[in-house]
């Protein structure tokens, strides 16, 4: 896509949530479906916050079984890069 593709994508998606925001914020409809799917919202927002949690912890497991692997191999060294790991103990 060339710079004049992208500057009017750019512009397409911007004007479209501008019109979303202003239907949501400025209008009585809007302010009725925001009431209505605010309690939607709130729970996908819990739903994926659980989920990160729940890859967090996993994660964690793996690593520490990693490392105990490792361990009961002789501590021949990381099977993986460990720079790549965002976990930490």
Same mark, same amino acid.
Do not use: C, H, N, W
């Given at each position: 896509m060339d710079d004049k593709g992208?500057?009017?994508?750019?512009?397409?998606? !911007?004007?479209?949530? !501008?019109?979303?925001w202003g @239907?949501? @914020?400025?209008? *009585? %409809? !809007?302010r009725r479906l925001?009431?209505?799917? *605010?309690?939607?919202?709130? %729970?996908?927002?819990?739903?994926?916050r659980q989920a990160r949690g729940t890859?967090?912890?996993?994660?964690?497991?793996?690593? *520490? %079984?990693w490392r105990s692997i490792n361990e009961l191999a002789g501590g021949s060294g990381p099977m993986w890069d460990k720079s790549a790991s965002r976990t930490s103990h």
């Open positions: 992208r500057v009017a994508l750019t512009a397409l998606i !911007g004007a479209v949530i !501008g019109g979303l @239907y949501l @914020y400025l209008t *009585e %409809s !809007g925001r009431v209505q799917i *605010e309690p939607t919202l709130d %729970s996908f927002v819990k739903e994926v890859v967090q912890k996993a994660r964690a497991a793996v690593d *520490e %079984s």
